[in-house]
């Protein structure tokens, strides 16, 4: 059987080239292939085992398209072939961007440098994170200072302090961006320059972090002020003004339509447009939070923009309508606020005698039970909108490092327990990409509950295997 792969890349065609020697020689020379030939921005190659051969085709360009002939017992073989070349083109993209200058603007709005992406590891574990689990858990701290001031009224004080939080969610997450998205404003433009390293530097010390800023203002005046898109030649005339020569082949410009996409993914799950929010950091993600689908709030990176497709972007706009039209944050508080109760009454025995164990486990247990609702977030996405493979292209695009990492059995149990609201990413990914007559499940929570209890199961059992 012949399958076709496309990978959809964010590098300029100066790069096409140096990504496929990158793939043949860190993946294709080292690994399990003969036969490898290649010739411009083609690469062909064989892999043979006793039961089979598999024939394969890699060809550059805005999509790197993949070609893959075998015979059917060799299907998760190439299915493996294809996750590794998908991770080495990640790869290479993530370096790519240590030396590349992006600027990315909202129509009418202000000119605001890009916020630099000091914990890294939020890109891959933060991934469409949604609900505000996190500062509910800051909360044990502040408990203990209410009850020291406030003795049993610390309880109502408590409580109602986070049902504040729960109905201020919207306007708490807005503040974590820097831009609106409207119908009147709908777009996000973006011009980028993946130079080579050398010369990034170069900018960057000669010109200064300072310097990014005026630029972008000089670019937005040459061209958004007269009302189109800023383009390649725009940042390239601005550029060249100071001093700095750009070659054309480096540059890539993109205009997305967020509030578009937005719209299109409420409109499929039959909510009002939430409240589009962008930051201006190339860290990727994307957050939904509000008391309600009518007063919901999605909030998106420029990374995330940058780096996905628009049929990539609307899946992860799936994934947050989830949790909007499942009331996610309600339910969490909900949870959240029972344990409180609990851990007063019924289990203070428990807590006096270890409270520190008893954190940890309480803890654990309701970061699992928030795993069966990003469960369910996954599975709306797929069947509202139709394509879960999207969804899964978009994970490994977003969490690729971590699915390196969890290729390890030890590191799969780790995700399994870890304070964090979602499971696994090989979880969810292989979830997606098999997922059959999803359109006909009646209650996604308890599939997905029963999904997440079986995928730590078997977790735990090939560990021990």
């Not at 292939?33 to 010739?39: L, N, S, V």
């Amino acid at each position: 059987m012949i399958k076709e792969f496309f990978i959809g890349t964010e590098i300029s065609p100066a790069y096409y080239g140096e990504l496929l020697d990158f793939i043949y020689r860190y993946y294709l020379i080292p690994g399990e292939f003969t036969d490898i030939r290649k010739e411009a921005l083609k690469i062909a190659f064989r892999a043979l085992r006793n039961d089979g051969v598999i024939y394969g085709e890699l060809i550059g360009g805005g999509d790197f398209k993949l070609i893959l002939d075998y015979p059917r017992n060799l299907e998760e073989w190439a299915h493996s072939i294809y996750a590794d070349i998908f991770t080495s083109i990640q790869v290479f993209e993530d370096v790519l961007r240590q030396h590349t200058i992006y600027f990315a603007w909202v129509e009418g709005e202000d000119i605001i440098p890009e916020k630099p992406p000091t914990r890294r590891g939020m890109a891959s574990r933060g991934i469409f994170g949604s609900s505000m689990l996190l500062v509910y858990v800051l909360f044990f701290g502040v408990n203990i200072i209410l009850f020291v001031i406030l003795g049993f009224y610390a309880v109502i004080a408590i409580l109602l302090m986070q049902l504040g939080i729960i109905l201020l969610s919207d306007r708490i997450y807005a503040r974590m961006g820097e831009w609106v998205l409207t119908k009147d404003n709908p777009s996000v433009h973006i011009v980028q320059f993946q130079l080579p390293e050398d010369e990034f530097r170069f900018f960057i010390k000669t010109m200064g972090e300072d310097a990014v800023v005026r630029i972008k203002r000089e670019i937005y005046d040459a061209s958004l002020a007269n009302k189109r898109p800023p383009t390649c030649d725009d940042a390239r005339s601005v550029l060249e003004r100071h001093g700095f020569r750009c070659n054309p082949l480096y540059e890539r410009s993109r205009t997305v339509n967020l509030y578009r996409i937005v719209e299109r993914a409420a409109s499929a799950f039959g909510i009002p447009v939430p409240k589009v929010v962008l930051a201006n950091t190339m860290i990727a993600n994307a957050a939904a939070t509000g008391p309600g689908p009518g007063r919901g709030l999605v909030l998106v990176t420029t990374g995330l923009v940058v780096q996905l497709t628009d049929d990539e972007i609307l899946a992860v706009i799936g994934h947050e309508m989830g949790h909007l039209v499942g009331r996610d944050p309600i339910i969490l508080f909900s949870i959240v606020s029972a344990e409180f109760i609990l851990r007063l009454t019924v289990l203070l025995p428990v807590v006096i005698i270890s409270p520190i164990l008893y954190i940890i486990v309480a803890m654990g247990v309701i970061f699992f039970v928030a795993k069966f609702f990003e469960a369910r977030a996954d599975l709306l996405s797929a069947m509202t909108l139709g394509k879960p493979e999207v969804l899964a292209r978009a994970l490994r695009k977003i969490g690729y490092q971590k699915l390196a990492l969890e290729k390890r059995g030890s590191q799969r149990i780790t995700g399994w327990t870890a304070w964090d609201p979602h499971p696994p990413i090989y979880f969810r990914i292989n979830r997606l990409e098999n997922l059959r007559d999803y359109r006909n499940i009646k209650s996604p929570l308890l599939q997905s509950a029963g999904d997440v209890i079986r995928g730590l199961k078997e977790a735990i059992l090939n560990m021990f295997s």
